[in-house]
Structures are given as structure tokens and as C-alpha cells.
């Protein structure tokens, strides 16, 4: 989108709360000494027993052999409905600043202060692995919950030498455990979780002592996802890596582009200088993505965009591009792959109706080449896509060219990818701008530039829809963390902006149930919606970086 009609959208940020239900909130008292010290008991569950940590349901148990130093170690069992967080509230100095660290093994380990900051691991690594996580309290804060967990479906991780260091040592707790707390030294003694899980307000505000669970977070957190001009400057300016403020989570390369419509060869080129003048290096270009990359940033390679139109008609065009992506993500270090395939790119053959098992070759020539690639480069690779509301949201009206022809072939014709990448998407971020009219599941339309059409648009992708009004043909839901608003960063980007108040107000509804107006998210308020993506990072820093700093204003 070489024209204000390139999309972007938002990656999540990093802090966010986690608080287990039942969690013993044990009291501290701070010793005088002006000296670093401890503040938390049984870090390395040497006593053989949980006990002041306190864990979901019945997931954490103290066990043997798998220990890093010592006897014993805390083993979380993830499942597919539990992420096996285990937590300890200590007493805090207010207006003090925090290390919180501990060594872990397995897949998606988190650590953090409930109400703050957090770190992961996003692989076993072959063995324990060190998190640091630092914080500083409020001018009134007096605990902190900090707490480790794995995620979904990952299964055991664990966890030992477990510290939180600050300035001055802890007295002895007292005897104040709740009274779910089991007195029990068992190692399988630990709190059930009562109550529905519930959304924390924000996660930039302070640790709470409250035993209310909440629905944690994917992977990542909340994320920003935005688009760096690399190959063109566009108006808005070029922006080095090196100058991409660190808000940004996710950061999509635009863009890669075919030799031919047809070939299936991509290719990525850097803004020349007399575009893009003080253009650095390759070598600092590099260099730029590494360290964004060592910060926990992740770095697509973008392919398509309003001039680059990418059909795969045949095996070859889809070999093809297998090996030149492959060749562009090894040359510059990149972490995965943006599909933002616009104009022509993908359409439907006459008699192509079902979504779920297409014969259209530019659909099924993608799919194969996303699967390969995902399969070269494994878990890590991160996929994203940002298709324009005709190729999804459309499709709950019309799909290509209908039962009888005569359609345009290109309605919905996103649905497909969509669904046969579903267990691979990273995430998906849909333009909702440069957007005609479009209904949505109240059966009305809805028009871009407000609330209401980020609401509407983005609930059908939680809820699921017809697909062209067949209800034995449903496209289904995406998880909240798979989805994300695509937005302009300014009334330049693109037709449909919305100032930050009109964006928070969407987000509003969509994630706490509040302040929705005239539509009623059918999938009920979703704390978990992965975030925001805009077009563009550069027009952000056009326009004072009011995209970004809105969204780390409203998420923390």
C-alpha cells in the first residue's frame, strides 16, 4: 500500500496482571536494614512443600529429579484449560524498585508482578533458562504478587531458585494465610480458584491484593503491530530500525513484492537514498533488527500491499516462492511472515463454495507454501495476515462468485486461507478502513470511521459467521489472542481514522463490555483480544506517535 491505503495494525504489549484466586496473601514486614534482601520464602521449594506459594486448582507440586540446584523443584502441569500459575504476595516499600528472577524450563514460561511487568520463554531451550523481570512500586504501594505460570495446552514446565531482591531484608511472615490456603506440607496442597475468570482493569496499574482470578494473557500479552516503510518513504518520512520506538511488538516489513504477478518470486528492497535519504546500511539495517529482536521484539517480512500482487497459479509459482521467502527471512534474521495480499491477488474459481475444502490453486498453492514455511522454521515462526474487509468480513453475505456467478470472484476469498492456516496464525489483523459498507451480524451495515464499525467487524471474527448466509457452512471463531484491530495511525494513512477516544471506546466494548452503543458483541466482552495494528509506524511518528502512545496509555 503505497498509497494511504496500506494497512497496519497493533501488537500487544508486554505488562499485563495475573492474580490466582485462593492466593495466600501473606503479610511481611520490612526490617530497617538499608541492605538487599530476599523477599520471598521457599524460592526454591527446598522445604518439600508449597506452601507460602500457592498454585490453580490442583497444578503445582513440589517434586525431585528435576531441580537446578538443591532437591527439589516447583513443577506447574499445564493443561488445556489451565495455565498453572502459582503466586506469592509479599509486603513491598513503596516508591522502591524490585528484581524479580527465577530459572525455568519448558515451553511459553512466564514470569511476573501481578499489575506489572512480565517476561517469557517461548522455548524449552533443552533446559532451565533464567528470567529478570525488574519493577518499581507505587508512591502507595505496599505488596506485590508476583507469580509464574505456563500456558495452554504446553504441559509441564518448571520452575526453581525463585528470588525477588530489593533493598532491605523481610521479617518473618506472620501466621495470615487465607482460609482456602490448606495447612497441609503435602506438595500437592494448593488453593482452588473460585469465581469466573475476569479481566484486570489495566495492566499499568498496581499490583492488586485481591484473590479474584483473571483470564491471563496469550503469549506475548496485549501486542502493537505496525508497518515500517522499508522499501519506499510514502510522505510520511523514512524512519530507520534503529529509530522504531520500542513500543512496537510487532514490526512488518513492507514490502515484499513478486518479479511477476505469476512467478511466485518475491523480493525485498531496501529504499534507495535518493527516495529515502539517510537510508542506513545494510549491515545497520541488520544489526537494527537483531537488537529489536534482543528486546522481544519480533521483525515480519510483509509480502504484498496495494502494487504487489502475488497470484500462485501453479506448483512451481509456489516452490518459488517457498525458496525466495526462505532466502529473504535467513538474509536479514526475521522472525516470520505478513500476508497482505490485496487487489487481485486471491479470488475464487466458478464453483469454489466451501471454505473449508477450496480447489481455487492461488488458494491452495498459499496454504501449501505458509504450511512449508512453518514447517521449515518451526515453532518460532510467526505468522501474521491483514486482509481488507472485502476478502473476510464480506464473505458473511457473499462468497466468490456465488451458487449462480456473476459475483465478484474476490468476496470473502481470504476465509479459506484463513481457516486452513487457523492452527499456524499468529495473528490476524483485518483493515477495518479503505472499507466500503459492510454488514455485519445484527444484519446491518456498518461504516468505517467509528466505534461501531471496529466493534462489528472485529466481533465476527470472535463469534464466527455464515459463511454467504449457509449455516451448515460456518466460518469459526479465531481465538481473541489471534485477533487484532487494524486502524490508520492518522487521516493520511488511510480512509476511516478514528481519533484515540473513538478507539478506546472499541476497545471498551470489546474487552470489558462497556460503553458498545447501538451493537452487542455477540462473544461477550474479551479480555484476551490480542490488540492493535496500524498503517503505518511511520505515520505514527508523523503525527507525534499518537497511535502508540494511545495504546500503551489504555493496556499499560
Known amino acids: 500500500m503505497r498509497t494511504p491505503r496500506r494497512k497496519r495494525l497493533l501488537a500487544a504489549g508486554t505488562a499485563w496482571a495475573v492474580a490466582a484466586a485462593g492466593a495466600v496473601a501473606l503479610s511481611f514486614g520490612l526490617a530497617g536494614s538499608a541492605s538487599a534482601g530476599e523477599f520471598l520464602v521457599n524460592g526454591g521449594f527446598e522445604t518439600n512443600a ?24 516447583l513443577a506447574g502441569a499445564a493443561s488445556a484449560s489451565d495455565t498453572a500459575q502459582c503466586v506469592q ?92 490456603k490448606s495447612a497441609s506440607p503435602s506438595p500437592s496442597a494448593s488453593a482452588s480458584p473460585s469465581g469466573s475468570p475476569s479481566a484486570s482493569a489495566s495492566p499499568s496499574s498496581s499490583p492488586s491484593t485481591s484473590s479474584s482470578p483473571t483470564t491471563p494473557p496469550p503469549p506475548g500479552g496485549h501486542a502493537l503491530v505496525g508497518y515500517l516503510h522499508a522499501s519506499f518513504a510514502n510522505g510520511a518520512g523514512y524512519l530507520k530500525m534503529a529509530d522504531v520506538p520500542d513500543s512496537w511488538d510487532i514490526i512488518d516489513l513492507a514490502f515484499g513484492e513478486p518479479d511477476s504477478i505469476t512467478g511466485g518470486t518475491i523480493h525485498f528492497n531496501r529504499c534507495p537514498a535518493t527516495e529515502c535519504p539517510g537510508v542506513e546500511s545494510d549491515a545497520d539495517f541488520k544489526a537494527a533488527i537483531a537488537a529489536k529482536q534482543a528486546k522481544g521484539k519480533k521483525v515480519l517480512l510483509s509480502i504484498g500491499g496495494q502494487n504487489g500482487e502475488v497470484q500462485l ?120 478502513y479503505n472499507s466500503g459498507s459492510i454488514m455485519g451480524l445484527d444484519n446491518q451495515y456498518h461504516n468505517m470511521g467509528s466505534a461501531d464499525f471496529h466493534i462489528a467487524m472485529t466481533d465476527m471474527l470472535l463469534t464466527g459467521f455464515p459463511v454467504a448466509g449457509n449455516t451448515n457452512n460456518v466460518f469459526p471463531a479465531l481465538k481473541p489472542s489471534q485477533v487484532a484491530i487494524g486502524m490508520p495511525a492518522n487521516s493520511y494513512a488511510g480512509n476511516g481514522y478514528v481519533a484515540p477516544a473513538v478507539v478506546n471506546q472499541a476497545l471498551d466494548c470489546l474487552t470489558k463490555g462497556t460503553s458498545c452503543g447501538s451493537y452487542t458483541p455477540r462473544a461477550g466482552k474479551q479480555p484476551n483480544l490480542r490488540g492493535l495494528m496500524t498503517w503505518s509506524i511511520n505515520w505514527d511518528n508523523y503525527n507525534g506517535n499518537e497511535f502508540s502512545k494511545n495504546f500503551h496509555s489504555y493496556f499499560g
Open 50 to 73: 508449597l506452601n507460602p506459594w500457592t498454585c490453580t486448582g490442583s497444578t503445582g507440586s513440589v517434586v525431585t529429579g528435576h531441580a537446578r540446584t538443591g532437591s527439589y523443584a
Open 89 to 180: 504476595t509479599v509486603a513491598v516499600a513503596p516508591n522502591t524498585t524490585y528484581t524479580l528472577s527465577a530459572y525455568v524450563n519448558g515451553a511459553y514460561v512466564y514470569l511476573g508482578v501481578n499489575g506489572g511487568a512480565s517476561t517469557w520463554t517461548p522455548s524449552t531451550g533443552g533446559g532451565y533458562q533464567k528470567l529478570s523481570v525488574s519493577f518499581t512500586t507505587t508512591a502507595t504501594q505496599t505488596s506485590a504478587t508476583v507469580f509464574t505460570h505456563g500456558w495452554y495446552g504446553q504441559g509441564t514446565y518448571y520452575a526453581d531458585d525463585v528470588s525477588l531482591d530489593g533493598p532491605g531484608a523481610p521479617a518473618s511472615p506472620s501466621a495470615s494465610a487465607s482460609p482456602s
Open 313 to 432: 497459479t501453479t506448483t512451481a509459482a509456489r516452490d518459488n516462492f517457498v525458496n525466495s521467502v526462505s532466502a529473504i527471512i535467513d538474509k536479514w534474521g526475521l522472525d516470520g511472515l505478513d500476508i497482505d495480499f490485496e487487489g487481485h491477488s486471491l479470488s475464487l474459481n466458478t464453483g469454489d463454495t466451501d471454505f473449508k475444502n477450496p480447489t481455487t490453486p492461488v488458494i491452495t498453492n498459499l496454504i501449501s507454501a505458509v504450511k512449508t514455511l512453518k514447517a521449515k522454521y518451526g515453532a518460532k515462526f510467526q505468522l501474521t495476515m491483514a486482509p481488507e474487509t472485502f476478502f473476510v468480513q464480506l464473505g458473511y453475505q457473499y462468497y466468490g462468485s456465488g451458487p449462480w456467478g456473476g459475483q465478484d470472484p474476490r468476496a470473502g476469498a481470504f476465509l479459506p486461507v484463513i481457516y486452513g492456516l487457523r492452527d499456524d496464525l499468529t495473528l490476524l489483523h483485518v483493515q477495518d
